[in-house]
């Protein structure tokens, strides 16, 4: 099992964004420290109600923190971009992080955003796929041709292209139906959000292999998932620290529409008590532990990204919540040799300690 952090760089606003900034480094440098595998961000434009960076600067500055973990665009919201400057970008970041990156790409759905990139109604889809495989060509291709309503293109021969190759991994993001079968048609693995709960994920993981077959694709090595995860000496000091926050954030999720992307019984108009159920990791280490394992014994999950920060929560907690990970989940989770699997190892165990009561 690989383990990341994921560090959305979200704040209130009137947030001193140069010492947020530093507080992001010093969680990135606790992970590096301690063995996690990978460092994560995402990506929003116009984030109403709270400041945030870009995910192309955050992502190039958290690399001279990250030390031999992997890069994580945890995703790129490749509608609302020219195929050109995601080519080069995403390229670029491949090489300042040294080959060790992979780019995770999603459709979005805020209107706003759209709305400010010109992105109508009846396009979006196709611009996203349009812009994906341009990307693809202009990475693998000696002179790309190409018109539409995007750009212009005669004979173009990219000058900076990945270390890897053809290109970095490509986790694609999707929490609708139709999309999960995109990410089986375009993507190199499904890369699961964090606001489904598991029956609704279990019943898509099969959408998923069924189009895979369909298309007489391999399942994919690797099944990356973030989850929201908050560790302490008990739930419901997890509940007490964390709650207040995670419902800050779901509630903005509401306002911006992102359960509107998701299968209808997964709204988040809903009391806190019933949202947390089936979707936040909260507890001590060894229950959550428990919380997370049926996620590779149902699904095969063996990436998990961790996200124990949100806006307004200070990084104190945030610091606490990874110690007690880092401490006694981490260890645990890398004992788990191949998550897809679907089983664990005789002698394989969660952590156990006295923190772990309750």
Not at 289 to 305: D, F, I, M, S
Not at 313 to 329: G, K, N, T, V, Y
Not at 340 to 347: H, K, T
């Amino acid at each position: 099992m690989k383990v990341g952090i994921y560090l959305t760089n979200q704040h209130p606003l009137g947030t001193d964004m140069v010492a947020a900034l530093e507080e992001q480094f010093i969680m990135t440098r606790a992970a590096r420290d301690r063995g996690w595998d990978a460092v994560a961000t995402g990506q929003h434009y116009l984030s109403e109600g709270m400041a945030q960076l870009q995910l192309v600067p955050f992502l190039s500055r958290l690399a001279a923190e990250a030390g031999e973990m992997t890069g994580i665009a945890g995703v790129l919201l490749l509608s609302l971009h020219n195929p050109v400057e995601v080519a080069e970008q995403v390229a670029s970041l491949d090489v300042i992080w040294r080959g060790n990156f992979v780019f995770g790409v999603g459709l979005g759905y805020r209107e706003v955003e759209f709305d400010a990139f010109r992105v109508p109604r009846g396009q979006r889809v196709r611009r996203f796929e349009e812009c994906l495989a341009l990307v693809k060509r202009l990475w693998t291709e000696e002179a790309v041709d190409v018109e539409n309503d995007v750009c212009k293109l005669e004979k173009v021969t990219m000058t900076i292209r990945p270390v890897q190759q053809p290109h970095p991994p490509i986790w694609f993001a999707a929490t609708t139906d139709q999309a999960v079968g995109r990410a089986a048609r375009l993507g190199d693995t499904w890369f699961i959000g964090p606001h489904a709960t598991l029956p609704t994920l279990t019943r898509q993981l099969s959408l998923y292999r069924a189009e895979l077959s369909r298309l007489g694709r391999p399942f994919p090595r690797h099944l990356p998932m973030l989850r929201e995860i908050f560790c302490a000496r008990d739930r419901q000091t997890a509940l007490e620290i964390a709650g207040p926050h995670l419902a800050s954030k779901y509630g903005a999720y509401a306002r911006w529409g992102q359960d509107g992307a998701l299968p209808a019984q997964e709204t988040f108009h809903r009391p806190f008590e019933d949202l947390v159920k089936d979707r936040f990791i909260l507890g001590s280490p060894e229950q959550c532990y428990e919380q997370l394992r049926p996620y590779w014994e149902k699904l095969g999950v063996n990436h998990l990204l961790l996200r124990t920060h949100w806006s307004g929560l200070p990084l104190r907690a945030a610091l606490q919540s990874m110690r007690l990970i880092s401490d006694e989940l981490l260890p645990a989770l890398h004992r788990v040799p191949d998550a897809s699997a679907g089983s664990l190892p005789r002698g394989v165990t969660g952590p156990t300690s006295s923190s772990s009561a309750g």
